[in-house]
């Protein structure tokens, strides 16, 4: 079995969301009652992006950086997300419910993208170590440096 799926597993858990939100945006009853209990497979893409998050950063103020920023846009999230459900689109609440649909297939197309580009960042590092054979030489001491990612040769994305 192939290990590194996180972002796959993440991915899985959006594709339920995805789906729960379109049928509450375009059913009634129970129907929309099941989009509803579809749509609360989302923590699942959320606690594995929170794991990914912290091990797809190498440098300890970017590391920090990081989760701060992911931190701050999930609150932000949180507090303008009941403000798209207006009284004005009582009861079925459209707006707000296609709103969630796009949101959740914009998180898992950014999802696909990332694990493309840390698939390619991954490779490109590889190919550069075995094209320098013996002459690739770390840096000694490495992990006391503090490198951010992007800088690290020896660093590699989890996915």
Request: hydrophobic share 45%; net charge positive.
């Amino acid at each position: 079995m192939k290990k590194e799926q996180g972002l796959y597993a993440a991915i899985a858990g959006h594709v339920p969301a995805i789906i729960g939100a379109v049928l509450m945006a375009t059913t009634n009853r129970a129907p929309a009652l099941v989009g509803y209990y579809l749509s609360g497979s989302i923590p699942v893409g959320w606690t594995t992006i929170l794991g990914l998050q912290a091990s797809n950063v190498a440098g300890s103020t970017k590391k920090v950086t990081v989760s701060v920023i992911g931190t701050i846009a999930y609150t932000v999230g949180n507090i303008i997300s009941p403000q798209t459900f207006q009284d004005k689109d009582a009861p079925r609440y459209l707006l707000a419910k296609i709103a969630i649909g796009v949101m959740y297939f914009l998180i898992t197309l950014d999802l696909l993208v990332m694990r493309w580009v840390f698939v390619r960042r991954n490779r490109l590092r590889d190919e550069e170590k075995e094209q320098r054979g013996s002459e690739w030489v770390g840096r000694e001491n490495q992990e006391f440096l503090d490198l951010p990612d992007l800088e690290n040769r020896e660093f590699r994305y989890s996915l």
